[in-house]
């Protein structure tokens, strides 16, 4: 059992006080997304699984996960199976599944609802199985902002500080009907039109939004991957669990096995988007299909060009239909010009195509060489790749919504408009509307399950049912009468109807029932890529930055594989492999088997579309979420700076925290580790910021207030720019350095100059490298490194941020101790002063000289049987001592920053 006085909170930017204090000569680690998170909210309730009793900890506003210092037990040299070993847990009130616009809205309309009411402690835990908030939204994305409007009414607002930018007003529309070497124009239904739309990048409007929900209160948790739905005794849900780490291939335990997390919560919002996997679990227990037809899928798959500047029309918007795809096949392209010359560009293929020897990917790489896309992508760069299942059966084949203990919400439920090819402003109002019913449902005092059964209610009241219903009827149109049947009366519906029909069209069959045998079809050959406009597989699946662990089980799962090979082989000949958009299915020659081949499965390539769950007409493979970065994977690869003893780690596929016995030695791992290679991701290190602990709290005016930005001294001034440019633009363009930006901001003045910070002076040294001469909205811009003193005394706290240029680079010591490097304003002209200091640790020292803005001081150890570390270690104190003494503090241990964090850029794309 862990020890209830060690259990500690983690807020993945700032670590708040806690009203229980631990050793202050310990330090904190963590391994998050890289992204500033904001002060969250003060309940947590943590427990062992079997215990009897909830250990409640009362803790401040600003702190989030707890861990548990429970010694560590190897169960890979045990006999054990990894489901009975014990689960730690966490009691919220709503815990809400996928990071996705309806899982943000939701949780920002609770704390909204709370915040309001005045109850802070109403904790709402969004979890996200994604190591950053948007990592894995794929959508080109042409935004309605009906509900965006009515969550959050500023979001566009030129006075809100926090306003999304990355907006491109949609100003032309186009719809075109493709044969092979044509485009004919053909009207378009009114549902698509999009004035007053904007088009955005779906990625980085859900980060925007989670940093929105972030700042209301809402605990959010990217790399938590849900894997099971938890009941309770009624039979309503309890919660979910994330997966377990560590199993190996053969499913036993290995030594960084790591059991999976609960989480209980009243209200359980599943927004895990299209065909997720728990949403799967509860709609077979609850039987929520009863009265609604079967759902219909499509695949989008989707690149993002960069391309040359004369071909770039702001605000354009094309849709085709037709070529390439077959007249039996539903399906449609876009085109969409937006940011700063860039194009999203994507193909989505209806999954109830009958030809087993369609490939949706080739049929894409076909697309790309039809004029109208042609003439755009030449001579541009392709720069990511996406794929991702999504619902398309409409009004009718939306399931209950409601069940005991929570509820289906956006994509998951199959709120997508299928004309209108959107399905964002139907997700956000869902996610509102869920979490409307929630809050309301959880006033009472009873503690029993919860249905929500306004939720059901005021959906059917919506816009959302409205809205659905007048379509409901253009998608089946296409599989009943085909392409041109379907469009014809597509019309119909369109500009005459108008959705009032008397009858309700049907979905007949599934997706996967659709498909016809391989020998009842036409073969389908496919040119070889160009490498210019179209490309292999493999080098597609490379962009996306997809990254699965070898010795894991496959969480592509299949019930019995010589059964399914036996089957699926003689009728389909290899549909896995061609209905797969990133190559994780192939049949190997293999004599040895009854049909001559092996099945095989390339679980690494998976970028997680689920496509196979849905198409495979077999229905015998089951998409899981994969395992992530294990416990012993971070050990490993931290001990290799040979000093400090690690006494905790704690991550969740790629987040967590860890804590070193002595907090020099965690100081150590900052730039050591920072800017690192890890399994293919650049890790960032970073210490965070605030106190740890407080010995009181003492009501509302202890409790912190909003964050402020966080802040470094390690600043690059950026002169030359448009005077439109803004904060967001001059972010974007200095990600460009594939380095990690804290801060960014332009002068209020407007004239053509903006700052910019980063984690440390090499990152600052580098971005100034990469990026000086470069332009950004047509103009070069010049960056250098800003050394301004009244830059660095603006900083709230000087004394830390005077103790991090030791830790981060800009006080540096060699690594034989030889010399020891100053920036003349961090001693303030006194370098005797530290001398002395340091001759106080066993070494002499020439006084130092200045060197341009820096001393430098040479050091003499007298006694060499002391360690380095050792000397080091007491070095870093002298030096804390002197600078905090110097600002009139007489404890020098005030000055120490008391945890670090690591992260990591998560580098999968797919997402505009």
Known sequence: MASKGAARFLLKREIQSSSRTRPSSRAISAVNPGRRLSPLTPHNRRQHCNATDPFNARIQPGQTRAFSRSARRCYAKEDVDPNQVERESDEVDVCIVGGGPAGLASAIRLKQLANEAGNEEFRVVLLEKAGEIGAHIVSGNVLQPTALNELLPDWLDKSNPSRFENVTPAKSDKMRFLTKNMSIPIPAPPQMNNHGNYIVSLSELTKWLGERAEELGVEVYPGFAASEVLYKPDGSVRGVATNDLGIGRDGKPRDNFERGMEFHARVTLLGEGCHGSLTKQVIKKYDLRRDSQPQTYGLGIKEVWEIQPEKFKAGEIVHSMGYPLPSDTYGGAWMYHFGENLVSIGLVVGLDYPNPWLSPYQEFQKLKHHPLFKDVLEGGKCISYGARALNEGGFQSIPKVAFPGGALIGDTAGFLNVPKIKGTHTAIKSGMLAAEAAYSALQGSNDGSVFLYDYEKTLRESWIWKELKEVRNMRPAFSTAGLFGGILYSGLEAFVLRGKAPWTLKHHSTDSGATKLASQCN??????????????????????????????????????????????????????????PAGVYEYLEDPSKEQGVRFQINAQNCIHCKTCDIKVPTQDINWQTPQGVTKKDIEEYFGSHGTGKITEIKLMNGFGFIEYEDALDARDVVPAFHGSDFKGERLTVQFARGPRHKETFNGPSDRPSAPRPRRTVFRMQVSGLPTETSWQDLKDFARQSGLDVVYSETTRERDGRGFVEFESHADLKTAVEKLDGRELKGSQVNCVADKSELHIATLTDPVRLRVADILQGMITIDEDLHVVTVPDHTIVNAPHKLCDVITTTGMATDGGALHGHAWRITLRRDDHTTTLTHHRRHLRLAIMTILTLQEGHTDAHEARPEAIMLGTNDARTGSM
């Open 523 to 580: 073969k389908i050959e496919y040119p070889k890529p160009d490498g210019m406009l179209s490309f292999d597989i493999l080098t597609s699946v490379s962009r996306t930055g997809t990254n699965h662990e070898e010795d894991q089980p496959v969480h592509l799962q299949v019930k019995d594989w010589d059964a399914h090979t036996a089957e699926a082989w003689p009728k389909y000949r290899g549909i896995e492999n061609r209905f797969c």
